[in-house]
């Protein structure tokens, strides 16, 4: 391949841009934040690209896509060049109701999920609360509860997944997202981040995060923004980044690439926002030693969390802990 073309398509993921479906919001970022996340980035692009198996490998044109006849060339195109995608009401209000449902009886105690993580708001997790729904801001890891994880398996959401990481597909990592109103600390903000830092799986193009918005999500109560013609292996900093916000309606679903530069802002509203997401791997990836890289220290994090909540011994394998709690939802199991 032309290193010229090459170049180009590292430049085509990170950043949502401003579109009539998406409108851009501008805001100043910290320099020093995005400098870090630009040279985490590099180190996580050389990673990817030089343990992509030669299979996986797809022409320039559709990097990030595969050929299935589900997208439509201008879906395709606008991934490429994105990072993300929206599926207008992909998921039935019946479907949202159901989970909705099980959110509150789990925070009610009336379910009891083995290696769940019921994570309380930070601005009242030290007082002594009754867990309830206004107490409870995530629950992660609830690939054990049924009910929840029938999201990660629904055929119309594995349909649009195994465009981006072919047929053999794992669940790797679950969330129910309740963000809560802000109490004036800035809580419930969500920094900006790049999804493929806390993953020692590779290649990242064969990973991809399905995020459904449970109600109406906007700026008033902290919707996904990302940052606008940011860095994705090749481009640094520049003084003129700008952020660009995806308001979402109840079903909509956006998927989007474990490199795109993320996060969403504070709830002003006095509901709660929210969302239900899982992250996908094609399981012909492979686990990576982090020894060494940036990621060194979610390996400590990592084994922690599992030692206190699914009762591992500290010295099992980073790699172990995430093959315990993925699960096959369409294929062949092969390396994951």
């Given at each position: 391949m032309d290193f010229q073309r090459a170049g180009v398509r590292l430049q085509i993921v990170l950043g949502h841009l401003n579109r009539p479906s998406a409108p851009a919001i501008f805001l100043d970022l910290k320099k020093r934040e995005l400098k870090r996340m630009c040279k985490e980035g590099r180190e996580m692009?050389?990673?990817?690209?030089?343990?992509?198996?030669?299979?996986?490998?797809?022409?320039?044109?559709?990097?990030?896509?595969?050929?299935?006849?589900?997208l439509s060339l201008e879906q395709r195109q606008f991934y490429e060049e994105n990072g993300f995608l929206v599926i207008k009401k992909l998921i039935s209000d019946e479907d949202i109701e159901r989970f909705r449902a099980e959110f509150e009886r789990i925070c009610r105690k009336e379910v009891a999920t083995p290696g769940m993580i019921v994570m309380r708001d930070v601005a009242i997790a030290k007082l002594d609360c009754e867990l309830n729904e206004k107490v409870v801001s995530k629950v992660q890891d609830f690939q054990e509860n049924k009910e929840l994880f029938r999201y990660c398996s629904l055929p119309e959401v594995l349909k649009y997944v195994e465009c981006f990481t072919g047929p053999n597909i794992m669940a790797m990592h679950t969330m129910l997202i309740n963000k809560p109103s802000d109490t004036g600390k800035k809580t419930s903000r969500h920094p900006l981040h790049q999804d493929l830092h806390y993953f020692p799986f590779r290649p990242s193009d064969r990973i991809v995060c399905a995020w459904t918005a449970m109600e109406h999500t906007d700026r008033n109560n902290g919707c996904l923004g990302g940052v606008n013609k940011m860095y994705h292996g090749i481009l640094d900093y520049k003084q003129d980044n700008n952020r660009v916000y995806v308001e979402m309606e109840k079903g909509d679903t956006v998927f989007f690439h474990p490199l795109?530069?993320?996060?969403?802002?504070?709830?002003?509203?006095?509901?709660?926002?929210?969302?239900?997401?899982?992250?996908?791997?094609?399981?012909?990836?492979?686990?990576?030693?982090?020894?060494?890289?940036?990621?060194?220290?979610?390996?400590?994090?990592?084994?922690?969390?599992?030692?206190?909540?699914?009762?591992?011994?500290?010295?099992?394998?980073?790699?172990?802990?995430?093959?315990?709690?993925?699960?096959?939802?369409?294929?062949?199991?092969?390396?994951?």
């Open positions: 692009q050389k990673e990817t690209s030089s343990s992509v198996d030669k299979v996986l490998v797809q022409p320039a044109f559709n990097k990030y896509t595969l050929d299935n006849n589900v795109l530069i993320h996060g969403s802002g504070r709830n002003k509203t006095q509901g709660f926002r929210k969302a239900i997401s899982c992250h996908y791997a094609s399981s012909d990836c492979h686990y990576i030693d982090v020894k060494g890289t940036s990621q060194e220290s979610i390996e400590d994090e990592v084994k922690e969390v599992a030692e206190r909540h699914h009762g591992v011994d500290s010295s099992i394998e980073l790699k172990d802990i995430w093959m315990l709690r993925s699960r096959s939802v369409k294929g062949e199991r092969i390396n994951l």
